[in-house]
T-cell receptor, first 108, second 116 residues
Framework: GQNIDQPTEMTATEGAIVQINCTYQ??????LFWYQQHAGEAPTFLSY????GLEEKGRFSSFLSRSKGYSYLLLKELQMKDSASYLC?????????FGTGTRLKVLA | DTAVSQTPKYLVTQMGNDKSIKCEQN?????MYWYKQDSKKFLKIMFS???????INETVPNRFSPKSPDKAHLNLHINSLELGDSAVYFC???????????????FGPGTRLTVL
């Protein structure tokens, strides 16, 4: 089957670093994507990985290990506006499969 | 310019009614999708269309009928609405179908459907 798991909720402090993990059990993922979704809004694209390793984009980085079925999103220098849900998604034939999402709360 | 737009943003209706949600994208993408996001915020694929053709129907009840008059539009019609249909429905698009490339998808603002 195709399954993607993420922690339900995380809390971190402004200025800190947080790592949001995503594990998956599926084959045939063409890429592993990360989206941010603020309450009441649409998901917006943050980052993706095709090959194993780390992709860095400013304060956000994403890592993928295909052999371990594991990815993480790293957020540095946390800001209050980073409080949102973070969705991990895999692209398979003709569809994207989303994880359950991680709700991140950033505290002052 | 809005890349992916949906109307209406909010829809409140009675059980048993029929309603439609419209979606349009001006990105020139070939593939469009409908997702349902439930109260637990789980985002689940419903349909995928590529060049106006249905390519994925993710075991959605046939009360839901998508229609793609052209590549830029994918509408969703729902018959005999039920309480369990209450959710946020997102339209999205990507250049190529998921799995064919690493293209990301772009989401519309969502339609919050409430069935009373």
């Amino acid at each position: 089957g195709q399954n993607i798991d993420q922690p339900t909720e995380m809390t971190a402090t402004e200025g800190a670093i947080v790592q949001i993990n995503c594990t998956y059990q599926t084959s045939g993922f063409n890429g592993l994507f990360w989206y941010q979704q603020h309450a009441g809004e649409a998901p917006t694209f943050l980052s993706y990985n095709v090959l194993d390793g780390l992709e860095e984009k400013g304060r956000f980085s994403s890592f993928l290990s295909r052999s371990k079925g594991y990815s993480y999103l790293l957020l540095k220098e946390l800001q209050m506006k980073d409080s949102a849900s973070y969705l991990c998604a895999g692209g398979v034939t003709y569809k994207y499969i989303f994880g359950t999402g991680t709700r991140l709360k950033v505290l002052a | 310019d809005t890349a992916v737009s949906q109307t209406p943003k909010y829809l409140v209706t009675q059980m048993g009614n029929d309603k439609s949600i419209k979606c349009e994208q001006n990105l020139g993408h070939d593939t469009m999708y409908w997702y349902k996001q439930d109260s637990k915020k789980f985002l689940k694929i419903m349909f995928s269309y590529n060049n106006k053709e249905l390519i994925i129907n993710e075991t959605v009840p046939n009360r839901f009928s998508p229609k793609s008059p052209d590549k830029a539009h994918l509408n969703l019609h729902i018959n005999s609405l039920e309480l369990g249909d209450s959710a946020v429905y997102f339209c999205a698009s990507s250049q190529d179908p998921a799995g064919a490339s690493t293209d990301t998808q772009y989401f519309g603002p969502g339609t919050r459907l409430t069935v009373l």
